[in-house]
């Protein structure tokens, strides 16, 4: 069965410095991938998403995240990070062979400080 | 454009009772998902329309929980009689075509339910 994992519950970073955020993944096929955001009191918002083509994929408000298929992983990464950032991350994966269910992972808090 | 709709934003209800959630999605899209969001969780899906037929419906509690889409828009989730476990955050998310599964899901606020 498909899985998703965020190994950490949170992460901290101070403003200014890279930020990573890990997730792995686990499917009988060809991935689907994608990064969310969710600040307080809202719904989640896309972040970016891996289908096919270059690894390293550009989405919004400077994220970008590196699909490695030798790992199964797909870690959010910014160079720099903003207080702004803080929210929670939920990485998600689907697979495109099977059932095409989405499944999202418990989440990452990330914490930027000042 | 509009995001998706959800009403209301909270609710609290005591155990026994009957509660329904209303979500409108964005103009034009076929998809529309429920999720549940339990504290500490990833959303988990419940159900699943393309346009007014359920395409996967295989994690909602039939018992218990029904949802409709009458006209391939605007739909309902209800549950009827609530436990205490179901206290958590609906989300309703709505896309362009199911079967394209690389587009991206567009959600609502969410309905924060708490069950006594």
């Known amino acids: 069965a498909q899985s998703v994992a965020q190994p950490e519950d949170q992460v901290n970073v101070a403003e200014g410095n890279p930020l990573t955020v890990k997730c792995t993944y686990s499917?009988?096929?060809?991935?689907?991938l994608f990064w969310y955001v969710q600040y307080p009191n809202r719904g989640l918002q896309f972040l970016l998403k891996?289908?096919?083509?270059?690894?390293l994929v550009k989405g919004s408000y400077g994220f970008e995240a590196e699909f490695n298929k030798s790992q199964t992983s797909f870690h959010l990464k910014k160079p720099s990070a903003l207080v702004s950032d803080s929210a929670l991350y939920f990485c998600?994966?689907?697979?495109?062979?099977?059932?095409?269910?989405?499944?999202f992972g418990k989440g990452t808090r990330l914490h930027i400080l000042p | 454009e509009a995001g998706v709709a959800q009403s209301p934003r909270y609710k609290i209800i005591e155990k026994r009772q009957s509660v329904a959630f209303w979500c409108n999605p964005i103009?034009?899209?076929?998809?529309l998902y429920w999720y549940q969001q339990i504290l500490g969780q990833g959303p988990k899906l419940l159900i699943q329309?393309?346009?007014?037929?359920?395409?996967?419906d295989s994690q909602l509690p039939k018992d218990r929980f029904s949802a409709e889409r009458l006209k391939g828009v605007d739909s309902t989730l209800k549950i009827q009689p609530a436990k205490l476990e179901d206290s958590a955050v609906y989300l309703c998310?709505?896309?362009?075509?199911?079967?394209?599964?690389?587009?991206?899901?567009?959600f609502g606020p969410g309905t924060r339910l708490t069950v006594l």
């Open positions: 998310a709505s896309s362009l075509v199911e079967r394209e599964a690389y587009n991206e899901q567009f």
């Open positions: 499917v009988s096929g060809n991935p689907y």
């Open positions: 891996y289908i096919t083509g270059d690894n």
């Open positions: 998600a994966v689907r697979d495109v062979n099977r059932d095409d269910k989405i499944i």
């Open positions: 103009s034009g899209h076929a998809t």
């Open positions: 329309f393309q346009n007014n037929g359920v395409v996967d």
